[in-house]
């Protein structure tokens, strides 16, 4: 199955609303990356976490390991939020740092 | 600060040809990654270098696909004999290191294979 889980799939959300993404890892993640692919394509990244909460502006994720889930919320949607929201986990491996992407949350946010 | 810049943004090629795309990752970061992203697959992580080195490949197809990072400053992915199924967005990455760093990912080069 896959090693990253996000839910919703897709989401459809008003302007100026409140929802919060998820991601379930099945492996032992030790650091949490979110990253947003706008509608040109470009990934952009918004979170690198460890175990631990960050907010930046609207944005607010939180890194739970023992429980192997992130979150990511996002407070008064805007128009330009919209777009394909990824998370990738790492878990280190002798080294090896390789992350692992789920396969994303489509956010659409309607005026 | 260019960002990670990826060449050609745009390529098509005919069946059985060779496509080779084109990484510049940001100055000083030591970390190159390369993944495919389809609307099927979704993103598909197919190898990384660190400090110029081959570190995982896994990812790669074991035929056709090559990659190489001869300096610091640049990284390439080889097709050969080019496929349909090879039809993709490849998509490069650089961190400043690993184990601790974000990625920044370049714009992407669409690859499409008639």
């Known amino acids: 199955g896959d090693k990253v889980k996000q839910s919703p799939s897709a989401l459809s959300l008003q302007e100026g609303t409140n929802s919060a993404l998820r991601c379930n890892f099945s492996?032992?993640?030790?650091?949490v990356q979110w990253f947003l692919q706008n509608p040109r394509g470009s990934l952009i990244n918004l979170f690198y976490l460890v175990p631990g909460t960050k907010e930046n502006g609207r944005l607010k994720s939180t890194f739970n390991s023992k429980e192997s889930y992130s979150t990511l919320h996002i407070r008064d949607a805007q128009l330009e939020d919209s777009g394909t929201y990824f998370c990738?986990?790492?878990?280190?491996?002798?080294?090896?740092?390789?992350?692992?992407f789920g396969k994303g949350t489509s956010l659409v946010v309607h005026p | 600060n260019a960002g990670v810049i990826q060449t050609p943004r745009h390529k098509v090629t005919g069946k059985g040809q060779e496509a080779t795309l084109w990484c510049e990752p940001i100055?000083?970061?030591?970390?190159v990654f390369w993944y495919r992203q389809t609307i099927v697959q979704g993103l598909e992580f197919l190898t990384y270098f660190r400090n110029q080195a081959p570190i995982d490949d896994s990812g790669m197809p074991k035929e056709r696909f090559s990659a190489q990072m001869p300096n610091q400053s640049h990284s390439t992915l080889k097709i050969q004999s080019t496929q349909p199924q090879d039809s993709a967005v490849y998509l490069c990455?650089?961190?400043?290191?690993?184990?601790?760093?974000?990625?920044?990912f370049g714009p992407g080069t669409r690859l499409l294979v008639l």
């Open positions: 492996i032992a993640a030790t650091t």
């Open positions: 990738a986990a790492e878990a280190a491996s002798g080294g090896n740092y390789k992350p692992t």
């Open positions: 100055s000083g970061h030591s970390a």
């Open positions: 990455a650089s961190s400043p290191g690993t184990g601790g760093h974000t990625q920044y």
